[in-house]
């Protein structure tokens, strides 16, 4: 089946087509139809399935079929969609105006870590479909700047990592200011007890989807692992990143100050790369964004929350710096390569405590990873390191968690759980001793 034979309208097939889109994936087939019927969608499905369009086109379609919309300030939100990160909310607006290029209809973007003076303006100009996170779009309903009495068609999008992210009270405030009278379309990867109540809470007799994730476990991924002792990390990768001659990589780490290390290694060495993770500004993210696309630089470095939600063609290679803690997310984060028939490379670096993760890891996937024989005893150098490299390297660091240590501590990738404190941080005594001893030497 072909877009046309889904029904529809011009406009919305000229987008497709210029966009070079020929085939509906699973998703967009057994969500299209329904939608475009008003009925209420049930989605089980990841990133990378087509989703977006899923929703988007037929939106698009009900917004223009049923007439042009009033110009000026005198629009009214009529769709709302809620992202759980900043970034996927840009990339699904950016669909939005991509698709809907050839109607009336204006879109815009809400989301906090920028000023809210361009989003205000947007508002008082008029809208018709309003992509928002749910922290920066509560406070601009408080402020009476939304009105989502209107709101004819409500989209919510990844909802287990709303869940995750803890912003459930905030859907929930969000959607006691919807109009009942609504056609809902819910899309979540997961679906745990927690995400069910919320579905059959603000769900109207819905149609049931479930998409397979696209298996990115297969040959297009050239799959291996390096047994690296943790402080030749740094070297690795940028003999790496040299030896494979990456056209557009990306590079997983577990934390902040981890992504920010690597990405300044790898400029030392004379590679391009930049960060991106929740401590940066909006702006740096899409900036950072725009040059990864663009392949200027060729490296991304990103933590997994950060990369939630990045669609981006053409990725080479992915590797892992430091191997997830769930192997789900290691399915997840080599699923950026090797999409739409390309080949990719997946290359894990694994220290000695990672070794449960790697066990974890080959269990979900059914198979081990082949070892990189240079790399199999965890004791092989690529190359000397500089002046520079050494002194960067020599930095104090954070203490990393070993393999479940953090759950016995009652925290969870470096975080503390309520009442406790962060794996590796110091007692506040101890500092304190630290000083004392330090003033007794000046």
């Known amino acids: 089946m072909t877009f046309t034979e889904l029904g529809l309208a011009q406009p919305l097939l000229r987008a497709v087509a210029s966009a070079g889109y020929t085939t509906p994936t699973p998703i967009q087939l057994q969500a299209i139809p329904h939608m475009l019927a008003g009925r209420d969608v049930l989605g089980c499905a990841q990133t990378g399935t ?80 309003v992509v928002a996170t749910p922290g920066r779009l509560l406070d601009l309903m408080n402020q009476g700047f939304v009105d989502l009495r209107s709101v004819e068609i409500f989209v919510l999008d990844e909802a287990d990592r709303m869940l995750d992210m803890g912003f459930l009270p905030d859907l929930r405030r969000v959607i006691a200011a919807l109009p009942r009278a609504r056609q809902t379309l819910f899309f979540s990867a997961t679906m745990p007890e927690a995400i069910m109540q919320l579905a059959n809470s603000i769900l109207r007799d819905p149609v049931r989807i479930h998409v397979a994730p696209v298996k990115v476990t297969t040959d297009l991924i050239a799959q291996s692992v390096c047994f690296v002792p943790k402080q030749q990390k740094p070297r690795l990768l940028t003999h790496m990143l040299r030896k494979h001659a990456a056209t557009r990589a990306l590079v997983f780490t577990r934390t902040k100050r981890g992504a920010d290390r690597v990405a300044r290694h790898l400029n030392v060495s004379g590679i391009k790369a930049q960060a991106i993770h929740g401590n940066k500004s909006q702006s740096a993210r899409q900036r950072a964004m725009a040059g990864f696309k663009s392949t200027r630089p060729p490296v991304l470095v990103a933590t997994d929350l950060a990369a939630r939600g990045i669609d981006v063609e053409n990725i080479s290679h992915v590797f892992n710096y430091d191997l997830p803690q769930e192997a789900e997310t290691y399915v997840h984060r080599i699923g950026r390569t090797g999409r739409a028939g390309a080949t990719g490379i997946a290359v894990s670096f694994c220290d000695h405590d990672e070794r449960a993760y790697l066990k974890s890891i080959e269990r979900l996937i059914r198979r081990s990873l082949s070892v990189d024989p240079d790399y199999a005893a965890g004791s092989a150098s690529p190359q000397p390191a500089t002046p520079r490299e050494t002194a960067d390297h020599a930095r104090p660091r954070a203490t990393q968690s070993r393999p479940g240590r953090g759950r016995r501590n009652g925290a969870r990738n470096g975080k503390p759980a309520a009442g406790g404190r962060a794996v590796g941080s110091a007692q506040p005594s101890r500092r304190k001793k630290r000083r004392a001893l330090a003033a007794g030497h000046r």
């Open 50 to 129: 087509g989703k977006t369009a899923a929703f988007a086109l037929p939106i698009l379609h009900r917004l223009t079929h049923e007439g042009n919309p009033p110009r000026g300030g005198g629009r009214r939100i009529r769709t709302l969609v809620l992202s759980p990160t900043r970034e996927l909310a840009s990339q699904i607006c950016e669909s939005f105006q991509s698709y809907g290029r050839n109607t009336p209809l204006r879109f815009t973007v809400i989301f906090g870590g920028v000023g809210q003076r361009p989003q205000e303006q947007a508002l008082r100009h008029g809208v018709d479909v």
